[in-house]
């Protein structure tokens, strides 16, 4: 699957770190776009570099991983555009400025045009949006992008699988995004299943 990986200034890097890893691992073809707050938030949060596809593969020894980095200002990507549109993409952390540009329609950046990309072409936006509490404003905007098609993950994890650590609370989250893009994992124990 071509999928398109976001990350924007919200806390919580450490959500869209995790999921480009597991999406590389499962052989996806990721690109992957990051904010300018998104990078420094990334940087400031993890101490992890965005902008070197090659030292992210080292990072977790996937030399094979197919990995394209675009900037947050190239509205030329081919995901700029519906007729090469990837086939997913995934916003994580969605900060709520991201929310209320797209849900206004407004694509100043390569994350903003392609979601409205993803939508215009009915294929799957899935948003991890990272903010508490959450305005009137932001649920409102949160409601629009669910109507016009989007997936809304909000990042709250789950206690019924015993998770025992940080990394237990994040992969909860992440599996959940990797669920919603059909893709198979064991991140987590599943309500009802064994131990």
């Known amino acids: 699957m ?3 990986l976001a990350i924007t200034g919200a806390s919580g890097s450490i959500y869209g770190l995790r999921l480009l890893e597991e999406l590389l691992k499962a052989g996806q073809q990721v690109t992957l776009v990051a904010s300018r707050s998104g990078l420094e938030v990334c940087r400031f949060e993890t101490g992890v570099a965005l902008d070197d596809a090659e030292a992210l593969m080292r990072r977790w020894d996937l030399p094979e991983a197919v990995l394209t ?24 952390p969605c900060s709520m400025g991201t929310v209320g ?5 407004i694509s100043g950046t390569l994350i903003e045009r392609a979601a409205d990309v993803l939508l215009k072409e009915a294929r799957p936006l899935i948003l991890l949006p990272r903010e508490t509490p959450l305005s009137a404003i932001h649920l409102e905007n949160l409601l629009r992008l669910a109507h016009a098609g989007a997936r809304i993950v909000p990042a709250m994890p789950a206690f019924y699988h015993g998770p025992q650590s940080l990394d237990d609370l994040v992969n909860f989250v992440v599996g959940k995004l990797l669920d919603q893009l ?10 009802g299943s064994e131990a």
Not at 81 to 87: C, T
Not at 101 to 105: D, E, M
Request: neutral net charge.
């Open 2 to 4: 071509n999928i398109l």
């Open 69 to 92: 980095i675009r900037a947050e200002n190239d509205l030329w990507a081919p995901e700029a555009s519906g007729s090469a549109a990837p086939e997913a993409m995934v916003i994580a």
């Open 101 to 105: 540009r797209i849900a206004a329609g």
């Open 182 to 191: 059909g893709i198979n994992h064991s991140l987590f124990r599943r309500w």
